[in-house]
Nanobody, 121 residues
Framework: QVQLVESGGGLVQAGDSLRLSCAAS????????LAWFRQALGKEREFVGY???????AYTDSLKGRFSISRDNAKNTVDLEMNSLEREDTAVYYC???????????????WGQGTQVTVSS
């Protein structure tokens, strides 16, 4: 079993940067794809990006250039760096782990509990 715990969320102002972290336990995730999703109030869960075990990444087009994902296999962690935050980035952010690379939430077997990011103008 894999447990994922996100941290680093909070209230920030538009234009700020924020770094979210996700720590995994229970199993080494070096061969897993690690992804970030987000869900705004009243909306469906949205793909943010992933980095697979080969360190190949993908991002949703609208976030490319502002968001980046890094992973540390030795520490079993994956981070999401978010820059130039906008009010529209307000959401609960989730990290997820799966054995294949995908933009679909259903492809990921393991999920964290989420961390709230609120961006004020």
């Amino acid at each position: 079993q894999v447990q994922l715990v996100e941290s680093g969320g909070g209230l920030v102002q538009a234009g700020d940067s924020l770094r979210l972290s996700c720590a995994a336990s229970g199993r080494t995730l070096s061969r897993y794809t690690l992804a970030w999703f987000r869900q705004a109030l009243g909306k469906e869960r949205e793909f943010v990006g992933y980095k697979d075990w080969r360190a190949i990444g993908a991002y949703t087009d609208s976030l490319k250039g502002r968001f980046s994902i890094s992973r540390d296999n030795a520490k079993n962690t994956v981070d999401l760096e978010m820059n130039s935050l906008e009010r529209e980035d307000t959401a609960v952010y989730y990290c997820a782990a799966g054995t294949t690379w995908s933009r679909m939430p259903s492809a990921y077997a393991y999920w964290g509990q989420g961390t709230q990011v609120t961006v004020s103008s």
